[in-house]
């Protein structure tokens, strides 16, 4: 045992101000220090900054950093007792998890099998040491019938794997069908190297052929196009065989791929199920080139409107021919579910009105909802926006005992430090068995914090949609107000985005690699910041929201004066890049801006720039400024305002 550091000097060494901890409570240092000696099997340090927390609300975290320290060496009555004394820890199932896969590791079967059934959603390393705990056992049916589950992966499995696979197959558990599985899950991966291995482990002369067909037509799809006979009916492997060779196809030549599928499909009697993806995925492609042929293509794909999808996307071509007759028709082909969804609501009231009905109705009912076609609507019809904004009436007592709770004390001490991770789990914990009611009410709660993004997370969970105080938080109005008028751009414009793209969580970034408030990827902030010259030594200041709202702005600035001024144009710019915007616009520019808005071949895109241009309104109409969805130059764009007979 290290000799203990005495008490005022153990203080002033976790005082010590650190970069991440400028807004850290005294015991929030002393916290951080006291965890770094626990995962350093610091003693001293550990033992005298546990005597300063006391009743910290995350002592515990400091017990499982202590006992993950000494993992090796732990027992599973060890790591029972820290379950029992914190049974909704999230830590505690993490550690359940550890001793499991080291117990496993050791081949202590019989206090590996006391932990394992306590796992939800074992690995497959874990599922391994199962099978060969109940080889231990003598249960060989069993544990053979799982090995040979795990076998056909069309991936590598685990080393833990390994002793069970050997004992498996000197057993004579490897049947020649198994390993026509594993080379086509393998294929099916693109992993050619694995099925090569695994058709060396066939032993039939019988499939052989097959296999080696399976591999030769992933190789060279196009040799299938010269000789159908290569696959018949009476294999059915070879349905996968075909679906496997059509996808290689489709990555080297959509065209050539979907004729195969078309002449073989129905020659292989694939089900209408199995087709489906495959199908779908080839045909939105196709749909999304806007080649001249697609509409055409799609509806041999799917002659009888079984994919909606595809119908969709027939309905969006036909929108970009403006034939009206057309997209009401298709609308039609819809399933009733979809038909309903405001979208094509929207377009059908659209290819009507075109047709010279009254529509004044159906576009008033639809003006009611709080969607982007709502607001398209009611602006069409100058009926006004409807936010349909249910208000709760919070009950502060109860608001105060839930966060005396000792869960919702180590989420927040966890969110003050910046340990989302954690503090989500702990969020997922807490709020499993709740009633919608109480999971609203948490909500609230995290939203009192300052952690709007789990806010939002929380009403969607208790499906409080109307709820706008805690769906749209505000938490940066002067900053966005400010960048605004500096950048000439609409007030609520970056604000929107920046509910789209980070629900305001000041530390968001995306895999990427954007960052922040409004994700920034660093070589945009880098430039932006040059050209406007806002200081950004370190791409850490993106995470304070000055800079990256000033920057994030600035660059919203900027496609809004590349795309004249047409917010359509630049929020599509800032989600997938302005180039790709640049080329969409020379190939589809002279079009309706709502049907140009539909027919953006990035769903992402699409669905992003919407939520924008709607959220834009939801927060001008709650600040009580007067709110447009678009522009008057913009509105001028759209479908019904268009001349007859212009398109393409």
Known sequence: MKRLLPL??????????????????????????????????????????????????????????????????LTLDEVLAFSARYPDLPLEGRLRWQITTLLGARGDWAAFNRVYPTLNRPSTEQQCYAARAQLAAGERTRAFAEAARLWVAGHSQPNACDPLFERWMQAGGLQPEHAFRRVLA????????????????????????????????????????KNPKQLTRAMPEHRQILMLATERLRRRDLDQAIELWLRDRKRLAIPVEEQAYLTTRMGLHKAKRFEPDAE???????????????????????????????????????????????????????????????????????????????????????????????????????????????????????????????????????????????????????????????????????????????????????????????????????????????????????????????????????????????????????????????????????????????????????NAGPHRVDRWLDARGRLPLDIWIETIPFDETRNYVQNVLAFGVIYDQRAGRPAQLLSERERSLLALNWPNGESL
Do not use: C
Request: charged residues 25%; proline residues 5%; aromatic residues 10%.
């Open 8 to 73: 005022a000097l153990l203080t002033a060494a976790l005082l010590t101000p650190i970069a991440a901890s400028a807004d850290l409570t005294p015991r929030q240092l002393i916290y951080q220090q006291t965890l770094s000696a626990a995962e350093a099997k610091d003693d001293a340090a550990l033992e005298a900054g546990l005597a300063q927390l006391e009743d910290y609300p995350l002592r515990p975290y400091i017990e499982y950093a202590r006992l993950r320290a000494d993992l090796d060496q």
């Open 186 to 225: 393998a294929l099916g991966e693109g992993n050619l190297s694995l099925a090569r291995y695994a058709a060396r482990q066939n032993r039939s002369e019988q499939l052989k052929p097959h296999i080696e067909r399976a591999i030769s037509l992933y190789r060279d799809p196009t040799a299938l196009l």
């Open 296 to 574: 055409a293509t799609l509806a041999r794909l799917d002659p009888t409107f079984q994919l909606e999808e595809l119908t969709e996307w027939r309905a969006r071509l036909a929108l970009t021919r403006l034939d009206w007759p057309e997209v009401e028709r298709l609308i039609g082909k819809l399933p009733a579910s979809k038909r309903a969804h405001e979208r094509w609501q929207y377009w059908l009231g659209v290819a009507r009105q075109r047709q010279g009905h009254n529509v004044s109705g159906e576009l008033a009912r639809l003006g009611t909802e709080r969607t982007f076609y709502g607001f398209m609507a009611a602006e069409l019809g100058g009926t006004g926006f409807t936010l349909n904004h249910e208000p709760i009436v919070l009950d502060v007592g109860a608001l105060d005992r839930l966060e005396q709770t000792p869960a919702f004390q180590r989420m927040k001490e966890l969110f003050e430090l910046g340990e989302l991770y954690d503090a989500r789990s702990e969020w997922n914990e807490a709020t499993a068995k709740m009633t919608p009611a109480q999971q609203h009410l948490a909500a609230h709660l995290v939203k009192r914090w300052g952690w709007h993004t789990q806010a939002i997370r929380g009403a969607i969970q208790s499906e409080r949609w109307n709820d706008l105080d805690i769906r749209f938080p505000d938490p940066y109005p002067e900053q966005f107000e400010r960048f605004a008028q500096r950048n000439e751009i609409p007030s609520t414009w970056a604000t929107a985005i920046a509910r789209q793209e980070s629900a305001f969580w000041v530390r968001a970034r995306s895999h990427a690699g954007a960052l922040g408030l409004m994700q920034l990827m660093p070589a945009t902030a880098r430039g932006t910041a040059k050209r406007h010259g806002v200081p950004l030594r370190h791409l850490s200041a993106l995470y304070e929201p000055e800079t990256n709202i000033a920057l994030g702005s600035a660059y919203l600035g900027e496609m809004y004066q590349r795309f004249g001024n047409n917010r359509v144009f630049a929020t599509a710019a800032y």
